[in-house]
């Protein structure tokens, strides 16, 4: 028995080591301009941050992803590879903007869709966490970025000449992500409980 658990531990680590490896990856080919001008792939920051949380969840694994998402903007305007930009106050709130997506990724991930209101809820989750991190790096970087007098007004037109881009990239990712782990899942499913039906009639 024991040995069974710790088989089971294992193999549960090694596929989340695999996951991380894989969002690495994607925050590799898309948070680097260079990258980005050559595959034409939208940012998935923000995806790989609600994402995390649905599907590694631990609080370890959303430091090293801010960490890689913060190396990899410190570099990139290091070298000069976005034009203009720089690093001020306003970037310490992509962490928080961050946290928003991988707390509902987190709570995505323990409500499993088993009907159409779940997955209903659970879109409307993601939805809302998108575009809740949106305001807040938006609203910093408008506050503490741009120059006064700052107002409402102001804010709701600089924070929808970024919505719609963060929303889109978001999706683009989550998505088909998704889809893929719903399958998955479904299929994984639908083959034990066959099994378990051809258990239940060998009994005496």
């Given amino acids: 028995m024991k040995a ?5 531990i294992m193999k549960t680590v090694f596929q989340k080591i695999l996951i991380a490896l894989f969002f690495t990856c994607i925050v590799l080919a898309t948070q680097s301009h260079h990258f980005m001008s050559v595959y034409h792939f939208p940012p998935a920051a923000f995806a790989v941050m609600y994402l995390g949380g649905v599907f590694l ?6 430091v ?8 990899i903007d410190g570099l990139t305007i290091s ?18 903007a961050y946290g928003v997506l991988w707390l509902a990724g987190v709570w995505v991930g323990v409500k499993t869709p088993v009907t159409m209101l779940q997955s209903l809820l659970n879109t409307m989750i993601s939805f809302l966490s998108i575009l809740v991190a949106e305001a807040i790096a938006s ?3 408008y506050i ?23 929303v889109e990239s978001f999706f683009f990712w989550v998505l088909p992500i998704m889809l893929v782990s719903y399958v998955a899942k479904a299929k994984v499913i639908a083959g034990l409980v066959p099994a378990q039906h051809h258990q239940d009639g060998l009994k005496p």
């Fill in 64 to 71: 090293y992803f801010i960490l890689l998402v913060a190396l």
């Fill in 139 to 141: 609203g910093s970087f």
């Fill in 4 to 8: 069974k658990t710790s088989e089971l």
């Fill in 79 to 96: 070298l000069g590879a976005a034009t203009g930009a720089y690093i001020s106050w306003s970037y310490l709130f992509m962490f928080p």
């Fill in 57 to 62: 969840r631990r609080l370890s694994w959303y």
């Fill in 144 to 166: 503490l970025k741009t120059q006064s007098p700052h107002n409402f007004s102001g804010f709701v037109n600089y924070y929808l000449t970024w919505a719609y881009q963060s």
